[in-house]
T-cell receptor, first 114, second 113 residues
Framework: GENVEQHPSTLSVQEGDSAVIKCTYS??????FPWYKQELGKGPQLIIDIRSNVGEKKDQRIAVTLNKTAKHFSLHITETQPEDSAVYFC?????????????FGIGTKLQVIP | GAGVSQTPSNKVTEKGKYVELRCDPI?????LYWYRQSLGQGPEFLIYFQGTGAADDSGLPNDRFFAVRPEGSVSTLKIQRTERGDSAVYLC???????????FGPGTRLLVL
């Protein structure tokens, strides 16, 4: 089955700085890579995703990159704000529509220091 | 509109007891997932429903775990003879089946004493 590794496990940045979270996956059949943000006491919320036919995707302060050859993908948050503090999960799935059998990474706890 | 809701939000039980956890998906969503999230870990897939049927139950850890979705909407995760190792947050997610995007509920925190 799929194995998703994520690092770092914790990340502290000053407000306004950038944060980068990196993930690797093992199954070459994976072609959909969502990122989730989980705040304390809540379920994960999808913040951005990328499909294998795209190398990079950006949404305001958030960007994701994908290197399918190396099986690496990353989340970049620019101009971080205190409300970005949360746990972030990368994930991989062989399908983007219909049934998504999503395998999650272990999570990165991001702390943005005001 | 309402999101995914889960009840109870917290459940404390004793080892050996039976528990039921309920998930109300977003109205009209045909796909429903259950996950288990242990402390400091990512969610771990348990089971996937498409309509009323369990299309993939490969994540259920053993036969103490069972889930139903009799009318294709509300789902119940049932755990028999609970063990301390079952303590975790149980998350439910639903999707429309078209985009595949999963919307998660807040989870049920299960503590087995």
């Amino acid at each position: 089955g799929e194995n998703v590794e994520q690092h770092p496990s914790t990340l502290s940045v000053q407000e306004g700085d950038s944060a980068v979270i990196k993930c690797t996956y093992s199954d070459s059949a994976s072609n959909y890579f969502p990122w989730y943000k989980q705040e304390l006491g809540k379920g994960p919320q999808l913040i951005i995703d990328i499909r294998s036919n795209v190398g990079e995707k950006k949404d305001q302060r958030i960007a994701v990159t994908l290197n399918k050859t190396a099986k690496h993908f990353s989340l970049h948050i620019t101009e971080t704000q205190p409300e970005d503090s949360a746990v972030y999960f990368c994930a991989a799935s062989p399908n983007s529509g219909g049934y998504q059998k999503v395998t999650f990474g272990i999570g990165t706890k991001l702390q943005v220091i005001p | 509109g309402a999101g995914v809701s889960q009840t109870p939000s917290n459940k404390v039980t004793e080892k050996g007891k039976y528990v039921e956890l309920r998930c109300d998906p977003i109205s009209g969503h045909t796909a429903l997932y259950w996950y288990r999230q242990s402390l400091g870990q990512g969610p771990e897939f348990l089971i996937y429903f498409q309509g009323t049927g369990a299309a993939d139950d490969s994540g259920l850890p053993n036969d103490r775990f069972f889930a139903v979705r009799p009318e294709g909407s509300v789902s119940t995760l049932k755990i028999q003879r609970t063990e301390r190792g079952d303590s975790a947050v149980y998350l439910c997610a639903s999707s429309s089946g078209q985009t595949g995007t999963q919307y998660f509920g807040p989870g049920t925190r299960l503590l087995v004493l």
